[in-house]
């Protein structure tokens, strides 16, 4: 087990923002420690046969030097690639996340964190299979676990007949099942089209009046007006989507309401240009429709609909899919101590973040979902892994210089990417 000190940085999360920020610790010469199972999520809480909504020059994991892209990975191993208008399947993203991890961050410790507590002036970490451990800095890079959000009118509902779309890898199980899913996103779209089509008779309940579709990447080239118009980032196109993705550190600048609402809208609920095919015609989408109640009957679920009209809709079905989204609130994070908790300044149970994304209490950094209300809505994706990598590495390194103690150099030098 790796040894933990008070100059050690302890990263809870082992997913594509934990291991990111791991590679550019290691070429800082930060010692570090790194602690969850790797790439868990994209493992064991996605649906085998799901594409990501990313393009492809969207979809890297960050080492400082920029070299061990999904695009090298897929040209080296002779996997279908493109920059944009090709989606990318979980498969070939988890297999070349995993590669990542394995050959640069093999160090990843497998065991999930139960407790932390301030110590000092670093932190004490309790673990699952009874030691403890000590960092001067801890990193939350625990992605989308813990923020599953289900509407309270399903609330109810017994887990034999509810669930939200991360609780499943293999939607065979539904197979003849009759299942309702609920939401008009990417992952309710996705969730309903991958039931459909492994034999489940499936409706999709939307609470707006029509489906949103994201527009199909063009890939032809474009004059330098529509190039200085509608400048091209990693999620779209648009001036203001652009200055998102490439200038998150001006986000938190923005007053608080316009900064919440940016978050809550800008690349909100909405399918993929790729799945709308597979959606027309396959399964009943009953648009303008809201859960107003859920509850048992005859071993089965019974919900009660508003419809656009005004009526309310009876409907039984076998299960209930709540494709919902995900909210962080930080009183939901299991493993932070409840004196650590009450002691982490938050607007609107998200914790308020310097420009380095270290919260009130020094040396605990957030990151993902928990960064997005304070850098913007870049940080909900995979392509926020690059600035916060290397934001909170050279603030660490900084802070070290400024107030000790120095960093253990162990080593400096980033192992060679074989596979890519």
Partial sequence: MHSQSHQTVAIIGAGPFGVSIATHLRSAGIDFCIFGKPMYRWRCQMPKGMFLKSEGCASNLSDPAGRCTLAEYCAKNRLPYGEWGSPVSLEIFTRYALTFQHELVPEVEEIMVTGIERSGDGFELWLANGRTAKAG?????TGLEYTAQIPPALARLSRELLSHSADHSDLSRFRTKDVTVIGGGQSALETAALLSEQG????????????????????????????????RSSL????????????????????????????????GPAGAWWLKDRTAGRFQILSGHSVQNAETSGGRALLQTACPDGRVLNLTTDHVVAATGYRFDLQLLPFLGQTLKSQ???????????????????????????????????????????YTARTISRHIAAAWRRNGPQPSFHSTALPKCRDF
């Fill in 137 to 141: 800095k801890v990193v939350v890079a």
């Fill in 200 to 231: 489940a008779s499936v409706r999709l309940l939307v609470r707006k009046p029509s489906l949103a579709w994201n527009p199909t990447p063009r890939t032809t080239p474009r004059s330098l007006y529509e190039r200085i118009r509608y400048p």
């Fill in 236 to 267: 779209g196109q648009g001036l203001e989507i652009w200055i998102y993705c490439t200038a998150p550190m001006l986000f938190r600048y923005l007053p608080q309401r316009i900064r919440l609402e940016k978050v809550k809208t800008m690349q």
């Fill in 344 to 386: 982490v300044r938050t607007e609107h149970y998200v914790p308020v973040l310097s420009s380095g994304f270290e919260s009130s209490v020094p040396g605990l950094y957030f990151t993902g979902l928990a960064s997005a209300n304070c850098f913007g809505p870049v940080m909900r994706f995979l392509d926020g892994a690059d």
